[in-house]
């Protein structure tokens, strides 16, 4: 058994790396998970585990063993080394070290009759956590980003989603791309937006649907909004115009799931 103690281990100083820099993320095709459920999640979800790190004073090999089928490294460190590498304040005692997964459109496998959720240059990542748990709450086919502007390993994306980072299937690409891969699919898409719009619940989403929705502050752009197979509103009654991406969005799909009699 494997034990690290100190934080200025070369090993510990690369894992540092990958919790704060995207480009360590990217250069090396893994990231960071922290704590049971979510790595449970990961794995259900397909997803490599290289490396386990462990409090042995609250996570045992057994333990592990239990939730890691495949044979991988074991680190046993202590808890300067787990505070140092930890991005949550709750101590659950281990981290893992998993491989990153494609992003490709043409990697997805939807069902005869999808529902997607598609969002155009998200930034927060408690927004993009927030779009992931309710897509899974839904059990939507995939959830597309267009034009990323964050990396979706980045820790507070993964803490934010609760896991649902993982229990989706989420793929990335321009918004032109996107657009072309819902034509070819014959997947008819509703952009919410502000602009000749038209109630969202007046719309037919039995058939395959994605659900658009945009930034907070700028909404979709204009080649979203042109190529739309029709423009919706949820209608406010309030003073102001908008309201949280990730609100909108639930509402959007779970009228969805209701035409479709959950």
Excluded at 167 to 180: R, V
Excluded at 208 to 218: I, K, N
Excluded at 238 to 250: F, K, L, Q, R, T
Excluded at 254 to 260: G, P, S
Aim: overall charge neutral; proline content about 3%; some cysteine.
């Amino acid at each position: 058994m494997k034990q690290i103690t100190s934080v200025q281990n070369p090993f510990i100083k690369s894992l540092v790396l990958l919790q704060e820099k995207a480009k360590a993320r990217k250069q090396t095709g893994t990231f960071l998970i922290e704590g049971l459920r979510e790595i449970s999640l990961a794995i259900k979800g397909g997803y490599g585990i290289e490396t386990v790190l462990f409090l042995p004073e609250l996570v045992t090999e057994n333990d592990i063993s239990k939730l890691v089928k495949t044979t991988v490294q074991l680190i046993e460190i202590n808890k300067e080394v787990y505070q140092k590498l930890a991005y949550r304040d709750t101590t659950e005692g281990i981290l893992a070290v998993a491989k990153t997964k494609s992003l490709q459109l043409s990697d997805l496998k939807l069902s005869k009759n999808p529902l997607i959720l598609v969002a155009e240059a998200p930034e927060k990542p408690g927004n993009i956590g927030a779009l992931l748990r309710t897509a899974d709450a839904a059990n939507l086919d995939a959830v597309l980003i267009a034009n990323p502007k964050s990396d979706l390993y980045n820790p507070n994306i993964v803490r934010s989603s609760v896991g649902c980072l993982f229990t989706n299937q989420i793929a990335t690409g321009t918004t032109a791309e996107i657009i072309t891969f819902l034509k070819e699919k014959k997947i008819d898409f509703y952009c919410a937006t502000l602009q000749n719009s038209t109630s969202y619940h007046t719309q037919n989403f039995t058939t395959p649907t994605a659900l658009v929705v945009g930034t907070e502050a700028t909404g979709l752009t204009q080649e979203w909004r042109d190529a739309a197979t029709q423009n919706i509103i949820i209608p406010m009654q309030g003073e102001i115009d908008s309201m949280n991406v990730s609100v909108a969005a639930a509402i959007l799909i779970f009228e969805a799931k209701r035409q479709r009699g959950f």
